[in-house]
């Protein structure tokens, strides 16, 4: 089965997006995932960050995602928007378009949004 996962909270401030990025891995270890990274969410694939609590990286457990395959892209224009490029974001996270979501969206048999 194929899903779709798409963030569009910032990593911090709940735990909405430690949750789905918690799912997001531990299903993209059995079946097909893909990530986008929306509004906020984008912020998720910052490099360089250092979180305050050791035991919740968004940034590494997004690389871990990708490590097992799975594709994961972040909103152009919302990186725009908040002043990022690609070379600021983790690796295994690739600048993506609403275009490439609407496909996305339309091959998944399954989307899950947080």
């Not at 990186?79 to 998944?108: F, K, N, P, Y």
Request: proline fraction near 3%.
């Amino acid at each position: 089965m194929r899903y779709v996962f798409i963030f569009n909270d910032s990593p911090y401030g709940n735990q909405r997006t430690y949750n789905g990025l918690r799912l997001a891995f531990s299903l993209s270890r059995k079946t097909a995932i893909r990530v986008f990274l929306f509004g906020d969410g984008v912020t998720s694939a910052l490099a360089g960050l250092a979180p305050a609590h050791a035991d919740y990286n968004p940034q590494e457990m997004l690389q871990a995602i990708a490590g097992t395959g799975a594709e994961i892209a972040a909103c152009g224009t919302c990186m725009e928007a908040r002043g990022i490029t690609q070379d600021g974001l983790v690796a295994g996270v690739t600048r993506g378009s609403l275009d490439q979501l609407v496909e996305w969206t339309e091959e998944a048999e399954k989307i899950i949004t947080f």
